[in-house]
Nanobody
Framework: VQLQASGGGLVQPGGSLRLSCAASGLTLDSYAIGWFRQEPGKEREGVLC????????FCADSVKGRFSVSKDIAKNTVYLHMNSLRPEDTAVYYC???????????????????WGMGTLVTVSS
């Protein structure tokens, strides 16, 4: 199983980015994909958004309204759409796959079995 996160970069405050998580060795109807981030010098946060196996989605209150998640089954890829970015969104963003993540679970990193390498998002003018 491999997860490849990409799409990070430098963006100005108020800007948008779309991160991609390309999965191989698993299918998106068998695993939920969660997005996490870790700011420099800090612990990794709880899940930002989840693309569930059944196609439903979840985003934490902290990013709801600015971030959303979608998936392309044909490409076996999940996307994190980030809008109205703020300097405090600067972090390394990770995607992770969890086989048992469901509607009321998947909020914590230990619930995910596979992790990608991360992609750096820098929000700065």
């Amino acid at each position: 199983v491999q997860l490849q996160a990409s799409g990070g970069g430098l963006v100005q405050p108020g800007g948008s980015l779309r991160l991609s998580c390309a999965a191989s060795g698993l299918t998106l109807d068998s695993y939920a994909i969660g997005w996490f981030r870790q700011e420099p010098g800090k612990e990794r946060e709880g899940v930002l958004c989840i693309s569930m196996k059944d196609g439903s989605t979840f985003c934490a209150d902290s990013v709801k309204g600015r971030f959303s998640v979608s998936k392309d089954i044909a490409k076996n890829t999940v996307y994190l759409h980030m809008n109205s970015l703020r300097p405090e969104d600067t972090a390394v963003y990770y995607c992770a796959a969890g086989e048992r993540v469901g509607t009321y679970t998947g909020r914590f990193d230990y619930e995910y079995q596979y992790w990608g390498m991360g992609t750096l998002v820098t929000v700065s003018s």
